[in-house]
């Protein structure tokens, strides 16, 4: 399942889709079969305008955001606080420090930051970081190990918090983080923390498999409003698109595949 998703993940990008239109067309017209040429350049340049100048992206990535909003009140108590990996790159960060250089964090530190202030809210509780590594060909470096030097550094108290490193997808995450509260102490609900744009795939997937969980979405990327004219942000409106593409089919394909 995870190399079907990662490869599912590369093959049904918009962006590469409509990369492989455009140089499809473009190895038809050499080869002079102008219909079919014209068809794929067509379709290619479609996809361009959709995805690199209509709010397409923003506004299916606004849409994710706000399906799932935190608590209006926080819980006066958790049993403990999930924290999705994602906001570490364990690839650069094992090459980095290496040198000398400090942990790579991303776009979704968030995630990170979050977790550190519920913690002093509820200081007791139990914290699991889940974060292997995503990577088909680098199954040595992990998120959490990197995440656990980090917070090291940053003075953080490690005593309640448990890693967990081998999963290498949402599902996995799961799995794994059910095998941990089963077999810990702590009743009562517990916190997961993940980006906006996630937490509707995770939330599913969590509940899917028996685990009731409090949402706490951070990392937001929108306004959380939908825009109809053209966005000149050619870059960021691919990026949206293509982010916002994986969550919405990878929630579809987790839900077919929990069928067969």
């Known amino acids: 399942m995870f190399l079907l998703s990662k490869m599912?993940?590369?093959?049904?990008?918009?962006?590469?889709?409509?990369?492989?239109?455009l140089v499809l067309g473009a190895i038809l017209r050499k080869l002079r079969f102008v219909k079919a040429s014209r068809v794929a350049l067509v379709l290619g340049f479609t996809g361009l305008i959709l995805s690199g100048i209509t709010p397409l992206g923003y506004n299916l990535m606004s849409w994710l955001e706000n399906r799932v909003q935190a608590p209006q009140e926080m819980p006066q108590q958790v049993a403990g606080i999930i924290v999705l990996g994602g906001a570490i790159e364990p690839g650069i960060s094992a090459n980095r420090v290496g040198k000398g250089d400090d942990i790579a964090i991303n776009s979704s530190a968030e995630r990170l930051f979050a977790f550190m202030a519920l913690e002093r809210e509820y200081r007791e509780s139990t914290i699991i970081y889940a974060g292997g590594s995503g990577s088909v060909s680098n199954q040595r470096d992990k998120e959490s190990d990197y995440a656990k030097q980090l917070l090291e550094r940053l003075g953080f108290p490690l005593k309640n918090v448990i890693f967990e490193r081998e999963s290498r997808n949402t599902i996995e995450n799961v799995n794994n983080i059910k095998e941990i509260i089963n077999g810990s102490q702590r009743k009562g609900a517990w916190m997961l923390v993940t980006s906006a744009y996630h937490m509707p795939r995770a939330l599913s997937i969590f509940r899917d498999n028996?685990?009731?969980?409090?949402?706490?979405?951070?990392?937001?990327?929108?306004?959380?409003?939908?825009?109809?004219?053209?966005?000149?942000?050619?870059?960021?409106?691919?990026?949206?698109?293509?982010?916002?593409?994986?969550?919405?089919?990878?929630?579809?394909?987790?839900?077919?595949?929990?069928?067969?």
């Open 210 to 260: 028996g685990l009731e969980v409090v949402p706490y979405p951070v990392d937001y990327q929108t306004h959380g409003d939908y825009r109809w004219l053209p966005r000149p942000e050619l870059l960021d409106n691919v990026y949206k698109l293509d982010v916002a593409f994986k969550e919405i089919a990878g929630l579809w394909v987790y839900k077919l595949s929990r069928n067969f």
């Open 8 to 21: 599912l993940k590369i093959l049904f990008s918009p962006f590469h889709l409509t990369l492989f239109c």
